[in-house]
Nanobody
Framework: VQLQASGGGLVQAGGSLRLSCAASGRAFGSYAMAWFRQAPGNGREFVGRITSNGYYTHYADSVKGRFAISRDNAKNTWYLQMNSLKPEDTAIYYC????????????????WGQGTLVTVSS
């Protein structure tokens, strides 16, 4: 599975962005995925995850109620809708996938996108 993240950019505080993570390869519906982010000088931080069937999502407290993950199996794509963005959301955002089950542990993911930069100005 190859992942291609896109959709990052510069946005003012309070604004919205939607990130996409397009997957190539077979059996897209069998993969769970997660979004992580890394701000300058910080480690990689869990943002949210979605199960392979799309029925369950889980978010970090810092983004709960503002961010939402969804998947479109017809397009082999996951999305991260980010609303009410804050300057502290500024980071490189990475999508990651693993077979069947999702987790908050970055080391458990086998496939990673290249990252897309989100910058939120105050």
């Amino acid at each position: 599975v190859q992942l291609q993240a896109s959709g990052g950019g510069l946005v003012q505080a309070g604004g919205s962005l939607r990130l996409s993570c397009a997957a190539s390869g077979r059996a897209f519906g069998s993969y769970a995925m997660a979004w992580f982010r890394q701000a300058p000088g910080n480690g990689r931080e869990f943002v949210g995850r979605i199960t392979s069937n799309g029925y369950y999502t889980h978010y970090a407290d810092s983004v709960k109620g503002r961010f939402a993950i969804s998947r479109d199996n017809a397009k082999n794509t996951w999305y991260l809708q980010m609303n009410s963005l804050k300057p502290e959301d500024t980071a490189i955002y990475y999508c990651a996938a693993r077979y069947l089950s999702s987790t908050t542990d970055a080391s458990a993911y086998d496939y990673w996108g290249q990252g897309t930069l989100v910058t939120v100005s105050s």
